[in-house]
């Protein structure tokens, strides 16, 4: 059993520049208003080379693809697009090997980047076909989803689903330089605004407990999008992400800690077919389950799992399991990527702020999940 305890941090000075420290990989986040005008301008001085792509879906390019298109080409970029379908249906070998064909026909070279516009799956994507074509040409984050915006964009983790598992095929990855626009978020619809919540909520659980209080205090504000509780939640999530990414680029054992919640939210996505949960819905249910199990192996005290919960449903997010099978389950947490040794591994708070990482035996994991959903219906999914 690995204990982890929480780093010296201040989240007030988190700045609107921060920068994941890898060597010469490293690159730099920046949270500022207006960044969707002005990607050309940030770009330039990366020295990237004058061809670009943007790898987005249709309900982003509807709203952002055109003054992203006119910034770059303001500045010189011979810039070319690619819509992929919304949400995981495009997170896919078949959709990778359509961004390469692409990529392959009109030609592009070493010099050209690929940019990411939009959540986390084009993110994902454009990242592995990057990693992949011509064995690595330049990636750019630009999410514009709050769950890519604090997560999925930093770290460098891209890849596809399998039907197995989700995330089961892709690369360590880093982009060079992570965008991120806070007014994005304000088209964001409201259901996929409180699936971001779930990563944020997760960073106070796993590594700041005053950060946790303010969402506990101040969630009334974050939900209504307002600008000084929004940047401050923006800044905070990725200087926690990016310190934690620095100090484990490869989920060694540090970075670990950003699966809390992910074990049990990964098996629920993959035996409901990715039809529904929204990510952060399926991660938020993951953490509630988290904590009671480690409330069930003497870990954690009665507390903390009501707290964690309580956040988690004032935040409008499931928090109940469903009525699933758990022998569905438990298959789909044994092909996860975060199996080690062949034991299912959990990443478990002790406190607010404080979390545990544990293999788990089957018998206990069993029992856990009968006893949270005593009531369910346990039947199999249906293909999917």
């Not at 080409?73 to 896919?92: H, I, N, R, S």
């Not at 999530?237 to 670990?256: F, H, L, N, P, Q």
């Not at 009501?306 to 449903?313: E, F, Y």
């Amino acid at each position: 059993m690995t204990t982890l305890r929480p780093s010296v941090f201040n989240p007030i000075a988190a700045a609107d520049r921060l920068t994941v420290s890898l060597g010469d990989r490293s690159y730099d986040i920046l949270v500022q208003k207006g960044l969707l005008d002005r990607i050309g301008k940030e770009l330039t001085p990366l020295g990237l080379g004058p061809s670009a792509v943007i790898i987005t879906n249709p309900i982003v390019k509807r709203l952002y693809a055109a003054r992203v298109i006119r910034g770059l080409k303001a500045e010189g970029f011979d810039v070319g697009l690619m819509v992929v379908p919304e949400g995981e249906a495009a997170k896919t070998m078949q959709w990778l090997n359509r961004i390469l064909d692409s990529l392959v026909r009109t030609r592009r070279e070493r010099q050209t980047s690929l940019i990411a516009l939009g959540g986390g799956v084009v993110g994902d994507l454009a990242g592995f076909a990057a990693s992949a074509y011509l064995r690595g040409i330049p990636f750019v984050q630009v999410p514009t989803t709050l769950v890519a915006q604090v997560d999925a964009s930093i770290g460098g983790k891209t890849g596809v689903n399998h039907r197995l598992g989700k995330n089961l095929i892709g690369a360590f990855y880093q982009p060079r330089i992570v965008l991120i626009d806070p007014l994005a978020l304000m088209t964001l619809p409201l259901r996929e605004y409180r699936a971001g919540l779930a990563e944020v909520i997760k960073y106070g659980v796993i590594e700041d407990a005053g950060f946790f209080e303010f969402l506990e205090r101040d969630m009334l504000r974050v939900m209504a999008r307002e600008s000084d509780s929004l940047d401050y939640i923006l800044r905070t999530s990725c200087a926690i992400k990016a310190r934690v990414v620095s100090a484990d680029e490869r989920e060694g054992d540090r970075r670990r800690i950003l699966n809390f919640g992910h074990t049990l939210g990964h098996a629920l996505e993959t035996v409901t077919g990715y039809r529904r949960y929204q990510h952060g819905e399926a991660v938020a249910i993951g953490m509630v389950a988290a904590a009671g199990l480690a409330s069930r192996l003497g870990l954690a005290g009665k507390t903390v799992v009501g707290r964690i919960r309580n956040l988690v449903q004032g935040a409008g997010l499931p928090a109940d399991l469903p009525a699933y099978s758990t022998t569905a389950l438990i298959h789909a947490m044994r092909q996860d990527k975060k199996v080690r040794d062949r034991r299912i591994h959990f990443v478990l708070p002790t406190q607010i702020g404080k979390v545990t990482i544990a293999p788990i035996g089957e018998a206990d994991l069993r029992a856990f999940l009968r006893e949270e959903a005593p009531t369910a219906r346990r039947r199999r999914p249906a293909r999917t």
